[in-house]
């Protein structure tokens, strides 16, 4: 059973900093990677997607990396701003004709002015 | 439309009766899923549709919880004889068939 772990469960830094949110996942055979915002009270928002083939995507000031073999994702933002504050979750697609996403319970990130 | 609609976006009922949740994804795509949100926690998977047939349905909780999606098209979930621990965030959300997942805005289910 894939099992999907997001550790700090919440993050506070002042605006500016460059940072990395951690994403990791038991099971390595993944079909895909997906990163999500989701604001309070609100649904959840695509940032960026990683295909098990890639090792990284970019997005603006976001860039998400994939070590499959490892079972960890990486999502970096540059120079955060208080807009930036939302709660980021990791998703992992398997393999196969079960296309259902799992979970880790995501990062709550404030970035303080 | 241009994203995955959800309505009612906030429902109270009172223990015991039953709810009907409406979605309706984005046009063209193939692929419809349903999951749940408690307070601080992540989304967890209830059923996956692909078409009109229901490909997977293992995080349907127990037989109180239904889902149908008779055209292809729009989907509804229904929750029979609704209990308190029903009450979380059901987010619908649909993708072509292997693409990135777009989630709606959910339906707030509180159930009193």
């Known amino acids: 059973k894939q099992e999907v772990t997001q550790i700090p469960a919440a993050l506070s830094v002042p605006e500016g900093e460059n940072l990395v949110l951690n994403c990791s996942f038991t099971?390595?055979?993944?079909?895909?990677l997906q990163w999500f915002r989701q604001d309070p009270g609100k649904g959840l928002t695509s940032l960026l997607l990683?295909?098990?083939?890639?090792r990284e995507q970019t997005s603006g000031r976001l860039n998400a990396s994939l070590d499959k073999s490892s079972g960890r994702s990486t999502l970096y933002i540059a120079a955060s701003q208080p807009g930036d504050s939302a709660t980021y979750l990791c998703?992992?697609?398997?393999?196969?004709?079960?296309?259902?996403?799992?979970f880790g319970k995501g990062i709550t990130l404030s970035v303080r002015p | 439309g241009a994203g995955v609609s959800q309505t009612p976006s906030n429902k109270v009922t009172e223990k015991g009766k039953y709810v009907e949740l409406r979605c309706d994804p984005i046009?063209?795509?193939?692929?419809l899923y349903w999951y749940r949100q408690s307070l601080g926690q992540g989304p967890e998977f209830l059923i996956y549709?692909?078409?009109?047939?229901?490909?997977?349905d293992s995080g349907l909780p127990n037989d109180r919880f239904f889902a149908v999606r008779p055209e292809g098209s729009v989907s509804t979930l229904k929750i029979q004889r609704t209990e308190r621990g029903d009450s979380a965030v059901y987010l619908c959300?649909?993708?072509?068939?292997?693409?990135?997942?777009?989630f709606g805005e959910g339906s707030w289910l509180t159930v009193v």
């Open positions: 959300a649909s993708s072509l068939r292997m693409g990135p997942i777009y």
């Open positions: 099971d390595s055979a993944i079909y895909n």
């Open positions: 990683i295909q098990s083939s890639q």
């Open positions: 998703a992992v697609r398997r393999t196969g004709a079960n296309s259902k996403l799992t």
């Open positions: 046009s063209g795509h193939t692929a």
């Open positions: 549709f692909q078409g009109t047939g229901a490909a997977d």
